[in-house]
């Protein structure tokens, strides 16, 4: 299952135990001045998600994770997510959504975030067929803006989640940087993920300095030292976090996501998610 399909899954299934997600003895953990606020982006552990979702939020809680983004709610109603964050002491800062949520649909989109908490709704993922040229790019950053004024009306802000694709050359140009100029700074904000950018080629450090505030969000995922450059979890891997970090947050980003899109076990990445925020200073 791809992340366009994923955000739109509506599943239900058997119950996670509760005692099988944590472990004992994970710590709260909450921000201070030199570290982040834990968060988990849940398609990590969207396996236990289709399974029950109550259950998987209060382990991620139960492991000292504080804030969640969401990518599919599986059937749930808006309030029943709310009443499930509430109890467990969860906020839920950000969704992912896919492109057609940003058309006829919106505004209803707009109201289900409004109960369930969300201060940003994040477009995941574009299909290949609108990557293939600059003014589809273009348009698209007209789009994000359009969609942006309507969000902003709300107190709501949309946002937009790389991948790798977005730093090849089309057209002599790199996308990201198109979007970048397309997008008003006042409307559109920016998650980056951390893997994909390296994992193109780019350097995240440049584009925090150069991006001064446009950014609310990163996506925290490591790279192995295999010849493929593929996933590992967070501090297992080679990227350089103890550079990276401190200037995403010199950049103004607040909300800090562990995120494996294929972990081999989804509870041991989050674990290590939380050891990660427990070691890693901004």
Partial sequence: ?????????????????????????HPVLGRSADHPTPGIQLYTLRSLMAK????????VADMGYREVEFAGYFGRRPEQIRDALTNLGLLAPSAHVDIEALGSTWSQTIDRAL????????????APARRGSIDGWR???????????LA?????????????????????????????EATDPNLVTL?????????????PVAYFEKGQGRYSMVHVKDMDATPARGMTD????????????PAAAAAGVRHWFIEHDQPADPL???RQGVAFFQTTPL
């Fill in 234 to 245: 967070p501090g297992k891997g080679i990227i350089e976090f103890e550079k990276i970090l």
């Fill in 52 to 59: 029950d979702v109550e259950q998987t939020l209060a382990a």
């Fill in 152 to 180: 902003a009306r709300a107190g709501i802000t949309i946002g937009y989640h790389n991948h790798d694709f977005e730093f090849a050359p089309v057209d002599g140009r790199l996308p990201y940087d198109v979007l970048l």
């Fill in 139 to 149: 348009r698209l950053g007209d789009q994000l803006n359009e969609a942006g004024e």
């Fill in 191 to 203: 998650e980056l993920d951390l893997y994909w950018i390296i994992k193109a080629g780019g350097d």
């Fill in 115 to 126: 109960v369930m908490g969300h201060r940003y709704l994040i477009l995941a993922w574009i």
């Fill in 268 to 270: 041991a990445t989050a």
């Fill in 1 to 25: 299952m791809n992340r366009r399909e994923f955000t739109a899954a509506l599943a239900t299934g058997l119950m996670v135990p509760r005692a099988l997600a944590a472990g004992p003895g």
